[in-house]
């Protein structure tokens, strides 16, 4: 079998040209979403009367064979293919004969079937990577519902800040989670449009309707222009980026998890399924999920910044340039689909130290900002406030003990504002309790926040 394109060639590719050239190793898996575009493209060509019902029949029948073995493997591309489009041109043309099978490249070019299959794949790779990261959320979501009243020092600049519920900490990283998901769906608008039927360039001269193959293909319509159906790859870069920002959301969470199984920390524990021992000491037990986790963020940023480098200052229209386009890809959503369910299992399993955390959710004097809110609320300017809390911040701390144990004559001598009622918000639950405006850390505004992510979720 000779390249699509022969004819005004007297020999055949250099080896060194066909090796560069070649595309199969990764491009195969289009493979059936090629197929599923020529069938549709023969019914518009069946359409416009360039194939009579006769040899639509054959054609698709033909095209069943050729689809079952690829799914079967005997059919396989070779180096002299060039890539999915041409292999599988190769082995119609062996199941329908050459006079039938010569007749589906009409009005139709590699540069169009390559834009609508590259994003009916993307299209379902979306679908399952949304799939996996409902699945972190309900994980996470999972451990908010078995921790209700878990507390733990919140932390900004990684030092203690303000205590907050372990279920609030947990379900920020499923907000975002959300975002990502929302992104995906968002992502899917715009990319539900079919270039098929945009020929090399131009558009077809052959009165083939490119709706009837969107709407077979699972579009919602086909694209404006044919220029920009072949040569824009904004979609591919649009759902890297999406891709992308899942890793970091994913390497947030990891490297909480990394933290939180540290000797010093010892918030969390792994579970053994979900670690890995070392092969020299014995004591380790190495939270590699989560380092793979972190490390893969880099890969699938890599991944974006790659393919908007390839992108940038191609002009209009075609490329081969574009070819480079799919392997990124193609890795980011492996990379993730090995990650996701690993991830799921390491947080579905971990167990938190919940009387570690509460014993460091006052340390470092967290409930300083309940002090000066507490004074604000009998009627002292924020100011002064802060400034007095600051002042018993220092006491406790020349003293080394807690905010708490600061005597009443201490308290006093520091504001005549601050009587011994304001050791009702000394209390990491009291402070808690107290933040519970709309998204704050109460229970029953956590509790609240829980049922809004399972709902979206659900609906996801
Ligand atoms: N394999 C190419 C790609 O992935 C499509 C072929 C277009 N080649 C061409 N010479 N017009 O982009």
């Not at 919140?154 to 959300?178: C, F």
């Not at 890995?276 to 940023?301: C, H």
């Not at 919940?354 to 004074?375: C, K, S």
């Amino acid at each position: 079998m000779s390249a699509l394109w022969g004819g005004r060639f007297a020999s055949g590719p250099a080896e060194a040209m066909a090796l560069l050239s070649a595309s199969t190793h990764f491009d195969w898996r289009l493979a059936p979403y090629d197929i599923r575009g020529s069938r549709a493209h023969a019914a518009v060509l069946h359409r416009a009367g360039l194939l009579s019902e006769d040899e639509l029949t054959r054609m698709h029948a033909a095209l069943d064979v050729l689809a079952a073995d690829v799914e079967s493997g005997a059919f396989v591309p070779t180096l002299a293919d060039e890539d999915v489009h041409t292999a599988l041109e190769r082995g119609l043309i062996e199941r329908a004969g050459a006079e039938l099978g010569g007749k589906l490249r009409a009005g139709r070019s590699r540069n169009d079937q390559v834009a609508t299959l590259f994003r009916m794949w993307l299209r379902d790779a979306a679908r399952r990577v949304t799939t996996g990261v409902l699945d972190v959320v309900d994980a996470l979501a999972g451990q908010a519902d078995r921790h209700p009243g878990a507390v733990m020092p919140g932390r900004t600049h990684l030092q203690s800040a303000q205590p907050v519920l372990l279920a609030h900490h947990l379900l920020a990283h499923g907000q975002a989670l959300l975002r990502d998901v929302d992104r995906l769906a968002d992502w899917d608008r715009r990319t539900a449009v079919s270039p098929y039927g945009s020929g090399a360039l131009a558009g077809s001269s052959l009165g083939l309707d490119p709706a009837m193959v969107a709407a077979d293909l699972g579009f919602d319509g086909p694209v404006e222009n044919s220029i920009d159906g072949t040569a824009s790859r904004d979609f591919a870069a649009e759902i890297a980026f999406v891709l992308a920002m899942i890793g970091v959301n994913l390497s947030r969470i990891a490297e909480e998890v990394i933290i939180w199984t540290t000797a010093e920390f010892r918030f969390a524990v792994l579970d053994d399924a979900w670690s890995t021992g070392s092969s020299i000491m014995p004591q380790k037990k190495n939270p590699d999920v989560a380092e793979l986790t972190r490390g893969k963020s880099g890969r699938l940023i890599g991944n974006l910044t790659g393919l908007l480098a390839t992108l940038k200052a191609q002009p209009l229209a075609y490329n081969r340039d574009l070819q480079e386009d799919k392997e990124p890809l193609f890795d980011s959503v492996e990379q993730l689909e090995l990650l996701l369910p690993a991830l799921t299992g390491m947080i579905a399993t971990l167990r938190f130290d919940t009387d570690r955390m509460a014993e460091l959710a006052p340390a470092g004097f967290t409930l300083a900002t309940d002090i000066a809110e507490w004074l604000v609320r009998e009627g002292v300017p924020f100011r002064i406030a802060h400034e007095a809390a600051g002042e018993c911040v220092r006491a406790a701390e020349n003293r080394g003990v807690g905010l708490d144990e600061l005597t009443d004559d201490e308290f006093a001598a520091i504001s005549p504002h601050l009587t011994p009622e304001v050791r009702l918000v000394l209390t990491v639950e009291g402070s808690i309790a107290s933040r519970d405006a709309h998204g704050g850390t109460a229970p029953v505004r956590v509790a609240e926040q829980l049922k809004r992510l399972r709902d979206k979720v659900s609906v996801a």
